[in-house]
């Protein structure tokens, strides 16, 4: 099976704490560490033990500059064949249609069974896979936690409220959304990234793509105005003092609401 | 301006309470005019459904077809193409269902989408300004959309007060004539109950949760030996399920337990929408976390800015000198 997972290079949430820049309308980006999106991850593992399974490659994309390679190189060193990047002026700026228009660009380029993307990125928005699968017209399924090969289709799981899960089959080609858990993720260490560090990566721009006009301008209905610190409301009581003081507030606390007897 | 839509959650012939809130979504988009509420599915519970509406939209559309009696997103969307206006805006809960369903939707309509919508502060000639979250709930962010094709938003569950409607009276409008061939290429087979662990976390009273804050797989006995202390049950968030560090039944949120306890201790919990969804009956809630501006202390009562892995064991030696 050909199965293409997108990924995306995001700040890296686990090491960063989002604050707010000094002007107040952007969050601040000096000292921000990018890596993978990690439900990504989780993803491209799916398509390796797939592949591992019944045979076939894994392709990785993203689209973004430069910068974006190192991701592509890092699920590479997990185990994914090739890595392309997606990259044109022209497509900064691109809102979630954008950026799965010129998805479908490349798909429609190639021959991919199986699409692949992870549950969500760092704006929570959850839109892409689902967008690319109707930009394909392919059948989509989002919040995937078990994936198994039938011929010419998958049994798959869906996670629904209340760690209940919906089980379907969908023909193939088509476009699946990951959910965190779903597997382990394998480790990359510095060597596995060493070992695909001068694999050329070939990379695609809009006149390749055949997408000039419709991901810019009038195309970009949605549109990021600025970054602003939710309202605190009410607000916890910040309990104060060393450690001892706390521990001791903290009790008192737990006794007069039932949490200790 | 273009009609408004909401698309109604249901099981068991009940509306979801998302219903409410999806109106009062669309009373601050247009305080004008009355969403329209529409209705997927089959028989006697898609008509229980639509006539429970009817007390609190002026107009409820029906469609009615054997092959939405379950509700499959990839069917669900094929009525909805042929059956809504396009230019219309359709406002859709952002659960399950909605991400299923709402993306692909907004591409078939040739509309615009905005996930997971929390605030909306008005309309500038064809131009909704939005509110909506990134990283977490960590920052929000304005967002404009140009609906002037139509667009189709998510709703983020609970964001919206649902407000008393007195548009008893409305009226079912059956669209189901309206629906064309709907072709299954994803086919619904079974639903499988959630897996019930070794500890029934709704019935304790007292839980010690745990999120990413515990680092690592060793540490969850620190928490074990709190609540252990406390009597308590150890809960977690989804972070410790993904990695496999405690077993999905003890996860509390959206997609895992719903729990209603007195007190919640929230160690390490960075406090995302998904996980606060599983915390009801409004418990007396003590947030530790080493980030101060962690969005969990914004709901939590009593917040203690520390790292978990020193602060714990503290309060756990303490609690066994008693």
Redesign the interface.
Known sequence: MEILVCARRVPDTSENEIEMNSAGNDIARDDLVYSVNEPDNYAVEEALRIVERSGGNVTVVTVGGDDDEEILRREMAMGAKHGVLLSDQSFSGADGRGIATILAAFVTKGHYDLILTGVQAEDGAAQVGGMLAALLDYPFASLVDSIETLEGKLKIGREIEGGNREIYEIDLPCVLSIQTGINEPRYVGMRGIRQVASVPIPTFGAADLGVNGNVTGAAVKVKRLDYFVPPLGKGAEMLKGDTAEIVGQLIELLKAKGGLK | MARIFAYIVHKGGVADDSAAELAAAAGKIDATESPVAVVTGWGADCDAVCESLRASFGEVWKIANAALAYP?A?IVRQALVSVLPSGSLVLIPH???G??L???????MDA?????VLGIEGMDGAVL?LV???????????????IS?G?VITIRPGAFKPVERTAAGGTVVDKSAAVGALTA???????????TGDVDITRY??LVSIG?GIEEQENVAIAQDLADA???ALTCS??V??A?WME??R?VG?????VKP??Y?ACGISGSFQHLAGIKGNP????INK???A?I??????????DIL??LP??TS??RE?
């Open positions: 499959n990839e659960a399950h269902f991400t299923d709402a993306p692909g939707l907004s591409i078939k615009a989408y905005v996930p997971d300004k909506r979250q990134e990283f977490d709930g960590q920052v929000n962010a304005h967002v404009r959309c140009d094709t667009a290429r994803r086919r619904y087979l079974e639903t499988i109950a959630a897996e009273p007292v990413r406390l009597g308590a989804r972070p399920v993904d496999k999905k039944s996860q959206s997609s895992g337990q719903t007195k007190v201790l007396f809630m003590v947030a980030n101060p501006k969005p202390f914004r709901v939590a009562d009593v917040g203690i800015a520390a020193e602060f503290e309060l303490r609690i008693k």
